[in-house]
């Protein structure tokens, strides 16, 4: 866990928005009610249904994320604020309470793990609220590979009032020297039954703090293809036999969901899923075969065209 806090500098092609971390005398607020914390401006996160592995969120809209960052003398924490018409704090039969979580890699400076709580290789740490009480840190490395990490000292207050959550999540750190770090967010809606896989995540955003020099490189968001064109290769070049996307008619539930690729994942990663399928393996049931010990996609490399390629990109980046 320690090791996450020793960041200085990360790759950071496949990052989105900049979240800017302010400097607070003293420590950062626990009440997320805080007019320390309110009378901040918020960056605005989109946020998509998770859609990689089953079970997928079906029919389940798109929604965004307020983050604000503070750094204290000794604490760094954040808060996060989103819309929920109707808290839902208990559980039981049937019953979930609304929750979050704050996403970082466990390995900073190593390949960026994947969105969906890490990869083989790539762990994540999570820091996890629930609107029932529960703080904890989690590390995963992938989907279903949760694991809790206790005594980790994160501490989190959850406020629900005229139809706004607002959570203040901190942690002490020992290193005041970082400049910037990979964050994503997550959120699940105790009252649509939303739990484990079953929620709403952001793309890789960063957290940029006090100091930082160079100005963070944006994303390669964007592709000189023609997204047209990539929509028609989908099916010329047998996509749409396994993959679901907007205008596929056949709806193939065999693969992962790509209908909001371009909002959940950097060109570079969506690139390389197409020319190296197992390098990243997304771990859905049926997904891959294990040969000798390792993931084997059960998605054929694409081999067309260089043009073919980027048109495929422009396409698959234009869902959000
Ligand atoms: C035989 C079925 C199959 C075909 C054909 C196929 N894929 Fe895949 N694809 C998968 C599976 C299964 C995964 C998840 C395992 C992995 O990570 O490779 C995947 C993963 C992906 C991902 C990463 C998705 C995520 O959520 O991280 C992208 C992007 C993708 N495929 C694009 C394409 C494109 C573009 C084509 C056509 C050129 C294509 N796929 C053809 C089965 C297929």
């Known amino acids: 866990m320690r090791r996450l806090l020793f960041a200085l500098l990360l790759p950071l092609a496949a990052i989105a928005a900049d979240i800017p971390v302010q400097r607070v005398d003293g420590e950062p607020a626990a009440d997320p009610m805080s007019s320390a ?3 901040q401006a918020a960056v605005a996160v989109p946020l998509y249904p998770q859609a990689s592995v089953p079970p997928a969120m079906k029919a389940a809209g798109k929604g965004s994320i307020k983050v604000r960052a503070q750094r204290g003398a000794t604490t760094l924490a954040l808060h996060l604020e989103w819309p929920d018409r109707k808290p839902a ?3 039981g039969v049937g019953e979930f309470a609304d929750a979050a979580a704050v996403q970082w890699p466990l390995q900073p400076g190593a390949a960026l793990p994947y969105i969906g709580m890490g990869h083989r290789g ?4 999570l820091w996890f609220w629930r609107a029932d009480g529960t703080v904890e840190t989690l590390a995963a490395e992938g989907f279903g590979t949760l694991t809790a990490q206790p005594g980790d000292g994160v501490k989190a207050k959850g406020v629900w009032k005229n139809g706004v959550w607002r959570v203040a999540l901190s942690r002490a750190v020992n290193k005041p020297a970082m400049e910037r770090m990979p964050v994503a967010f997550a959120v699940w809606n105790g009252e649509g039954a939303e739990r484990a896989g079953l929620k709403r995540l952001s793309a890789w955003q960063t957290l940029r703090f006090p100091g930082a020099t160079a100005k963070v490189s944006l994303p390669d968001t964007a592709s000189s293809g023609s997204a047209a064109r990539g929509k028609r290769l989908m099916q010329a070049k047998g996509c749409a036999a396994c993959h679901n996307y907007p205008g596929n008619p056949a709806k193939p539930r065999i693969a992962p969901d790509l209908s909001h690729a371009g909002g959940l994942h950097a060109a570079d990663y969506l690139a390389e899923s197409m020319r190296e399928p197992s390098k990243i393996v997304v771990p859905g049931k049926g997904y891959f ?17 260089e043009a073919e390629r980027d048109d495929l990109l422009a396409f698959l980046l234009s869902l959000r």
Do not use: H, K, N, Y
């Open 37 to 39: 914390w309110l009378a």
């Open 89 to 91: 704090a208990s559980r």
């Open 122 to 125: 790539a762990p994540v740490a």
């Open 289 to 305: 075969t294990e040969q000798g010990g390792r993931r084997v996609s059960i998605m054929p490399p694409f081999e067309g065209s």
